[in-house]
């Protein structure tokens, strides 16, 4: 079945974002602000219930947890053995700000664990995805092709291309780094967009401080991971997934090259566990 459930998040993300890319062109769209002050618009509420739909149509009864909806109490999602997670615009502030840098996320998760990603990007009309065990893929216009991580000719001593927000400010990200190494900013937008960065070889490395959810990690967890890296807490442990009653993330690193020396290049500090 998965290899067939993959084909259909394929196809469900690409649908998604033609919509979410037709009011970004139109400029066909309101925007609010949540509770926690942070942006929606028309085309993240729509889009969500797109996509949870197809789930539901082609999925029926597998659970669903989205950015844009009421989440389940924890004393039910604690029970389930699969279920999906999305972000149906990650990068709602780029949109806003027009920069063309946000994705449609779509994770299926399986005890606890995302096993199958999809990310695609309406702007560049790439797709990005894999499944657990079976490697990670870029597909545009023009091919389909294997993706994986920048492998270092020398670990220890090459530059480091870091994945940098457009909105957030840098310098709490560049004092947690520890080097003396040539360190290449590359400014970019959205979490997701920066994780296929790094699972394509065009960044090594991100550090996201500040809130993010589950449905902001858990299809770039899989891609990632497939392509040869890892997403892990500013701890250098695991990000879980539906095993706290909140759903938010603590502050977390995206991870390139495994055989570098990422402990010794940033600062651990102590996570801020849900």
Request: one cysteine or more; charged letters at 25%; aromatic letters at 10%.
């Amino acid at each position: 079945m998965a290899g067939t459930m993959l084909e259909r998040l394929k196809e469900i993300a690409i649908e998604a974002g033609g919509v979410i890319l037709s009011m970004y062109e139109r400029r066909d769209y309101s925007t609010a602000e949540k509770t926690d002050d942070s942006p929606v618009t028309t085309a993240d509420i729509i889009a969500s219930e797109l996509i949870e739909d197809r789930l539901k149509q082609a999925f029926p009864g597998i659970p669903v947890i989205s950015e844009e909806s009421e989440h389940q109490d924890y004393n039910e999602r604690r029970q389930w053995g699969a279920y999906f997670i999305i972000d149906p615009i990650d990068g709602t502030q780029e949109f806003i700000a027009r920069s063309g840098d946000f994705a449609v996320n779509i994770a299926y998760v399986e005890k606890n664990e995302p096993v199958i990603g999809v990310i695609f990007w309406p702007v560049g009309e790439a797709l990005y995805y894999a499944e657990k065990g079976a490697g990670a893929f870029k597909q545009d216009a023009l091919e389909c092709r294997p993706i994986n991580v920048r492998k270092f000719a020398d670990p220890q001593a090459d530059p480091i291309v870091i994945a940098i927000s457009r909105r957030q400010a840098r310098e709490p990200v560049l004092k947690r780094l520890q080097t003396e190494r040539d360190v290449q900013p590359f400014p970019t937008g959205s979490c997701s967009l920066k994780a296929c960065l790094i699972a394509e070889g065009k960044a090594d490395c991100f550090l996201r401080l500040g809130p993010t959810g589950e449905w902001d990690t858990a299809a770039s967890q899989v891609i990632v991971g497939e392509a040869g890296g890892r997403i892990v807490n500013e701890n250098f442990e695991p990000i879980t997934y539906n095993r706290t009653v909140s759903l938010l993330n603590p502050n977390f690193l995206i991870l390139g090259d495994q055989n570098v020396p990422w402990e010794e290049i940033f600062i651990a500090r102590q996570a801020r566990f849900r």
